[in-house]
């Protein structure tokens, strides 16, 4: 199953508009700050649940941006991922809320609504497509982790999307990707992919919401304004 969200467009029922906002930074009311968005250069996308946003997510895409030379990098918090249905996610406007707060003071990272205004189900190749739109003139590099790249061949039309953007992932050490599996899925992949070498931080958004609910410590996982996000607003509880 796929494990990036993304979202719809060419071949969009009828009745259903294109989002007009681009990558900016907006949330719960005026938790999130909105950033000024220039389409030109180089787009990073950093899709998913963020439920919570952590360190993890931050690192990758700021390795990202300085390896890669990007203008910008685009978070996309998910809607309706496929993968993770029949997983209750925090509201969107919580998810939105926190990620705001953890970009605060960076303005190369930013926000785009462009799944969580859609209904879903929710395809990575959906929501490139939207953004290509969108940001008519810049160049899209879809960020994700080695896992996620392993499994690929599994993920909604996975030829269109590495033919639609660039792939960047992680390259974690302890866990090498079947290239051989890879390739006989998807013909000439090894070469739409960029590999980044990034420092390897073992926390995911489900261990958090573990902590959270069984009262431990969360601090220095997250920032420390989504921590207190987390508390006040009584999430994963």
């Known amino acids: 199953m796929e494990r990036l969200a993304g979202e719809e467009l060419r071949g969009m029922p009828p009745g259903r508009s294109i989002p007009s906002s681009p990558c900016r930074g907006e949330g719960r009311q005026s938790e999130v700050r909105r950033l000024p968005f220039s ?13 919570p946003v952590h360190f993890g997510h931050l690192i990758l895409a700021e390795e990202a941006r300085e ?10 918090p998910a809607g309706d991922p496929p993968h993770k249905q029949g997983r209750r996610l925090a509201p969107a406007p919580d998810r939105l809320a926190m990620i705001g707060l953890a970009l605060a003071g960076n303005p190369a990272f930013q926000i785009s609504r ?26 899209l590099f879809l960020l994700m982790g080695s896992d996620s790249l392993a499994q690929l061949p599994t993920w909604h039309e996975p030829a269109a999307l590495a033919a639609a953007c660039r792939l960047v992932a992680l390259q974690r050490p302890k866990a090498p990707l079947d290239w051989a599996y890879l390739e006989n899925a998807l013909p000439g992949i090894r070469q739409q992919v960029t590999l980044l070498d990034m420092p390897e931080l073992a926390i995911s958004s489900h261990e958090l919401q573990e902590r959270v609910r069984s009262g431990r410590s969360i601090r220095y996982l997250v920032p420390e304004p989504v921590r207190e996000y987390i508390g006040v607003h009584q999430l994963y509880r």
């Open 39 to 51: 389409a030109s250069g180089r787009t990073g996308v950093l899709g998913g649940t963020f439920d």
């Open 67 to 76: 390896q890669l030379d990007l203008d910008r990098v685009c978070f996309v």
């Open 114 to 139: 462009v799944d969580v205004d859609r209904p879903g189900p929710h395809y990575t190749l959906d929501m490139v497509r939207i953004l290509q739109e969108q940001l008519e003139g810049s160049s």
